[in-house]
């Protein structure tokens, strides 16, 4: 079965960074598309980057262009996240994301929280 685990998240101060991980198995992870999505509290899940399956293709949200930057290593079957510059507002749960044969799939997040 698909499983996707998500790990690196936690309490950050202002400016400072993360790196997000998630772990793949139960797919061949090196034919699909992954996303990193986040959810903050009260408000609506928003794509936050997508790699394709290669890597050589990425898309951001304008509000993480120029910190966030989304990598995945097929052969460790893992796609990550690195943060930099982090904001407050950056603070959410955030979660990867897979579609495989129509279906989504989703980790169990992890929580990001950035004091100011």
């Known amino acids: 079965q698909v499983q996707l685990v998500e790990s690196g998240g936690g309490l950050v101060q202002s400016g400072g960074s993360l790196r997000l991980s998630c772990a793949a198995s139960g797919f061949v992870f090196s034919i699909y598309g992954l996303s990193w999505y986040r959810q903050a509290l009260g408000k609506e899940r928003e794509l936050v980057a997508s790699?394709?399956?290669?890597?050589?293709?990425?898309n951001y949200a304008d509000s993480v262009k120029g910190r966030f930057t989304i990598s995945r290593d097929n052969a460790k079957n893992t796609m990550y996240l690195q943060m930099n510059n982090l904001k407050p507002e950056d603070t959410a749960v955030y979660f990867c994301q897979v579609v495989r044969r129509s279906h989504v799939y989703w980790g169990q997040g992890t929580q990001v929280t950035v004091s100011s």
């Open positions: 790699i394709s399956m290669t890597g050589d293709s990425t």
